[in-house]
């Protein structure tokens, strides 16, 4: 099994930045994906961006620009940074780890209002 711990979500003017972070503990495989999805009330959960432990990216239309995806290997953490942030935006974000099995964060919340 592999734990995510997340941090790094709050409140936030539209226009402005946060950065996420998830650490992965637990059986690590060497090869892995891991990735943010974002969820909102009534909505199914969407990808928002994924890194492979390779380093290839992939990312949502949505926030193509705007959004970074990074991973330290070392540390097992996966950062997401978040730029021009705009009020659709708003949703929880969960860490994604994929390698021989799947595990998810608990979420955290991310708010872009004025």
């Known amino acids: 099994q592999v734990q995510l711990v997340e941090s790094g979500g709050g409140l936030v003017q539209p226009g402005g930045s946060l950065r996420l972070s998830c650490a992965a503990s637990g059986s690590i495989f060497r090869v892995n994906v891991m990735g943010w999805h974002r969820q909102t009330p009534g909505k199914q959960r969407e990808l928002v961006a994924s890194i492979t432990s390779g380093g290839s990216t992939n990312y949502a239309d949505s926030v193509k620009g705007r959004f970074t995806i990074s991973r330290d290997n070392a540390k097992n953490t996966v950062f997401l940074q978040m730029n021009s942030l705009k009020p659709e935006d708003t949703a929880v974000y969960y860490c994604?780890?994929?390698?021989?099995?799947?595990?998810w964060g608990q979420g955290t919340q991310v708010t872009v209002s004025s």
């Open positions: 994604r780890y994929t390698g021989g099995f799947a595990s």
